[in-house]
């Protein structure tokens, strides 16, 4: 009977406090910045003659407002990827802490 309550004891005491591993949130495809077009060259750029005036400035103008988005997207895309190695890294500290919880 003795050995029986230390058994009951035994299977009714609280086993050794673990922290509990918290899975890490993947970053949402919205938040995802999407990259700017680049402007479609005219075909006249190719040709011997070359563009009229008034097509080539207006290239060079779609390229100049090109070049501006890229230098706003590039912020965002570094914030992303900045993101995303953060979930990369949150993965492999949830799967250490599950391994260790194991153990």
Avoid: H
């Amino acid at each position: 009977m003795r050995a029986t309550l230390l058994v009951l004891a035994g299977l009714l005491a609280p086993l050794p406090a673990t922290a509990a591993c918290t899975p890490p949130v993947p970053p949402s495809a919205e938040g995802r910045p999407s990259r700017p077009a680049l402007p479609a060259k005219p075909a006249c750029l190719d040709a011997k003659g070359g563009c009229p005036g008034w097509e080539g400035y207006s290239y060079n103008d779609a390229i100049k407002a090109y070049n501006a988005q890229i230098q706003a997207f590039r912020p965002l895309a570094d914030a992303y990827v900045q993101t995303l190695n953060a979930y990369v890294k949150g993965s492999a500290d949830y799967a250490q802490c599950e391994v260790k919880a194991l153990q």
